[in-house]
């Protein structure tokens, strides 16, 4: 059974960082592409941040040069690093796992972050 579990997230003031995490098991973890999304009220998810699984990384336009995603291979951990957060960055964080040998797709179970002015 594939499970993501993202941990975190939190109140922080604007200009603070956060590093959320996203563990990974029943999956071959080495083989995925993993990424980051964010939910607003009343919204569509929105891709934050993608790694795939040779490291190759990408960001949405609004986070780039703030948000950093990294990977542990050895640890079946994805993360994102966020610093110089904006109150806009307020959101549900959600991970997401593609398989490299399935292609399926599985998500987090999202961690609330929100960032005060």
């Known amino acids: 059974q594939v499970q993501l579990v993202e941990s975190g997230g939190g109140l922080v003031q604007a200009g603070g960082s956060l590093r959320l995490s996203c563990a990974a098991s029943g999956i071959n973890f080495r083989t995925a592409a993993m990424s980051w999304y964010r939910q607003f009220p009343g919204s569509q998810r929105d891709l934050v941040a993608t790694?795939?699984?040779?490291?190759?990384?990408n960001y949405a336009p609004s986070v780039g040069g703030r948000f950093t995603i990294f990977r542990a291979n050895t640890v079946n951990t994805v993360y994102l690093q966020m610093n110089s957060l904006k109150p806009e960055d307020t959101a549900v964080y959600f991970c997401k796992l593609n398989s490299g040998i399935s292609g399926r797709a599985y998500w987090g179970q999202g961690t609330q972050v929100t960032v005060s002015s």
């Open positions: 790694i795939t699984a040779g490291s190759t990384t």
